[in-house]
């Protein structure tokens, strides 16, 4: 892996330039004062990154593997006495020992530094401001002892199950699809966390003057509220329900427009006491027919038409597509986490593999001259785990050729457009209903 970032200069294309980005942003230096590493150490922090990178873009791969691809990268480099010497052990245990020594707050930083570094290569969606989709969306773990105490399993009528559920709120930029490190908490037991409390803690991780998209489990005025004091603009659309009661207090400017300097009920207040007494919201609601059997009714802190936000929000069925990526593509609703901390690095550098192949996309998509979300995420996945992730040549040439290939096939790889045709949600499978028992080893095998 070291070896395969080391002739970058060599190359003037779009591919030394990927690499150069990414060899800066996991710069071995940064990565090391934050995290020092014994002088002698093969598995330096930055190494162990790139290893559970890959172990999530190919889809949990064992440690067993990872090691092999490392020692395999190793082959004919000089950077350790251990390798020279060919006393490297192919035994996991110094990996996993690595692995557990990464602090969570090292995993955190890689994550804020790509998003940076590939957003910023963008340009934004909306005049200029940079516009999130939140979501929330749920991840099962292990039934492990410490992820159970951390993350209580769903109850019941009959009593708690078996899994760990843990509550993650997304937010992703809806140009270039990134998503950035999401807040995570439990969704079930005394310190539960909802959607709205994560997405209060996002606020101060975003761009300043950002423009959030959100459904109707936002359209509230704590929320909106903890938005606009942030600094942010929002779009949510709203129940109708909530939106006739807003409307009868409202003064209509336009067709199907009103404006409404919207203040916390007696309902707000005894949910979120914390809201200070002054607190107010001048909005703009919106309702948009946009077919016979769909009505939108939408508030926000935006001056246009209806018809604007109406398509804005349109966009907002991306971050379901983006979710599912990530939890079924890259597996991350798989992890094999045993303690917390573990499982808070693996979901924050599951992000970092995302948003990298997200990138690959990306330089695709402008190859073939199409917005990145019409090429497939799980093609551009597949190509790029089957043709960048073996053990590459160290030759300049080879690598760029075989980039080339990768960005040309991903740009193949569109997403078919068939109007008339509908796909309904439907349910991620889940894990199997109960825990796979380990075999008995004292009963007798069969003669």
């Excluded at 951390?150 to 997304?170: D, E, K, T, Y």
């Excluded at 971050?319 to 991350?332: A, F, G, P, S, Y």
């Excluded at 997200?358 to 001259?369: C, D, I, M, P, S």
Aim: overall charge positive; aromatic content about 8%.
């Amino acid at each position: 892996m070291e070896g395969a970032m080391s002739f970058t200069d060599s190359v003037g294309d779009e591919f030394a330039q990927a690499l150069r980005q990414f060899d800066a942003l996991l710069d071995r230096k940064l990565l090391d004062a934050l995290q020092p590493s014994g002088p002698n150490a093969v598995y330096t922090t930055a190494v162990v990154v790139l290893l559970l990178i890959y172990q999530r873009l190919r889809g949990n791969a064992s440690l067993g593997l990872a090691v092999s691809q490392y020692m395999d990268a190793l082959q004919g480099s000089s950077c350790n006495r251990r390798v020279t010497e060919g006393t490297l052990s192919a035994n996991t245990a110094g990996y996993s020992r690595a692995r557990s020594r990464l602090e969570v707050k090292t995993a955190e930083r890689v994550c804020d530094l790509m998003y940076e570094k590939l957003t910023a290569t963008t340009e934004p969606s909306y005049a200029g401001r940079r516009v999130y989709i939140l979501d929330g969306t749920t991840v099962t773990l292990p039934p492990e002892p410490a992820l159970k105490r951390a993350f209580p399993p769903a109850p019941n009528q009959h009593g708690a199950s078996h899994w760990p559920v843990c509550h993650l709120l997304m937010a992703h930029e809806l140009a270039s699809g990134c998503a950035l490190r999401p807040e995570i908490g439990a969704m079930y037991g005394p310190e539960r966390v909802g959607e709205l409390t994560l997405a209060v803690r996002l606020l101060p991780r975003l761009p300043p003057h950002s423009v959030l998209l959100a459904d109707r489990n936002f359209g509230v005025f704590a929320y909106v509220f903890a938005a606009v004091t942030g600094g942010h603009d929002v779009l949510v659309r709203m129940t109708e329900k909530r939106f006739q009661s807003l409307r009868r207090s409202a003064t209509p400017c336009g067709p199907g427009e009103w404006t409404l300097l919207w203040k916390p009920s007696r309902w707000d207040r005894s949910s979120h006491p914390e809201l200070p007494d002054e607190a107010c919201v001048p909005i703009r609601l919106h309702e948009v027919q946009v077919r016979d059997n769909l009505t939108l009714w939408l508030v926000t802190t935006l001056t246009g038409s209806g018809a604007e936000w109406a398509a804005l929000y349109g966009r907002r069925l991306d971050v379901e597509t983006d979710i599912r990526d990530i939890k079924t593509t890259l597996q991350v609703d798989r992890m094999t986490s045993r303690s917390v901390s573990m499982m808070y690095k693996e979901v924050t550098l599951a992000i970092v593999a995302y948003n990298l192949v997200v990138q690959v996309r990306r330089l695709a998509a402008q190859q073939a001259g199409v917005p990145p979300r019409r090429l497939s995420f799980s093609g551009t996945w597949s190509l790029l785990t089957t043709m960048l992730l073996r053990q590459p040549e160290h030759n300049a040439a080879q690598w760029r050729k075989r980039f080339e290939c990768v960005l040309r096939g991903a740009a193949q790889r569109k997403i078919p457009r068939r109007p008339g045709r509908s796909y309904p949600r439907t349910v991620l499978p889940r894990r199997r209903k109960f825990p796979e028992r380990p075999p008995d080893p004292y009963k007798s095998k069969p003669k």
